[in-house]
């Protein structure tokens, strides 16, 4: 509640606060351009934010990510091409066009790829009598297939958890 210009209610904010932890939603404070200072709850920009939760629940990153889909509404399409992130989300507006993801999925697949197909290639070349190129071609099939398959997932949990990192943050 706005008393004055530049003056708040600071119980009427705590209340709000209380009744927001109650809810289970993250109590926002917004900065203040310039000033460095936390507005309270019940400005303008603080009820845009509670409506923003409101009218995008949270959504789980995993969900978002096996459906590639944007990380604040959970419906609209993330990629616009096999990688590449559009621009905004078509349903909630999100601007999307400054997520980088980095290197972050390449790693993630690094990892899982590195120790499930090369064991499974060292077992091949191993147990069955092989000539020495095919366990070396089935591990690149593998690789390769498991690779088209995860890729997508995998950027959109990195977006997805940049998402919540950020809101959070
Ligand atoms: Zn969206």
């Not at 009744?19 to 460095?36: C, F, I, K, T």
């Not at 959504?59 to 993330?78: D, H, Q, T, Y």
Request: hydrophobic residues 45%; proline residues 7%; positive net charge.
């Amino acid at each position: 509640m706005v008393l004055a210009e530049g003056f708040y209610d600071v119980e009427a904010s705590r209340r709000r606060d209380d009744a927001l932890r109650r809810r289970h939603l993250p109590v926002l404070y917004p900065r203040q351009e310039g000033s460095g200072q936390a507005l309270p709850l019940n400005c303008s920009r603080t009820s845009e934010a509670t409506d923003m939760q409101t009218r995008f629940p949270p959504v789980s990153p995993l969900a978002a990510a096996l459906g590639c889909k944007c990380p604040r509404c959970g419906r609209g399409a993330l990629f616009r091409g096999f990688l590449t992130v559009s621009e905004r989300c078509d349903v909630c507006g999100l601007e999307l066009s400054k997520v980088d993801s980095g290197d972050g999925p390449a790693v993630f697949l690094i990892f899982i790829l590195g120790f499930t197909v090369v064991p499974v290639t060292l077992w091949l070349g191993f147990s069955f009598d092989l000539p020495a190129w095919a366990p070396v071609a089935i591990g690149a099939v593998l690789v390769i297939a498991i690779s088209a398959v995860l890729l997508r997932p995998a950027k959109a949990l990195v977006v997805a958890l940049q998402y919540r990192g950020r809101r959070s943050g």
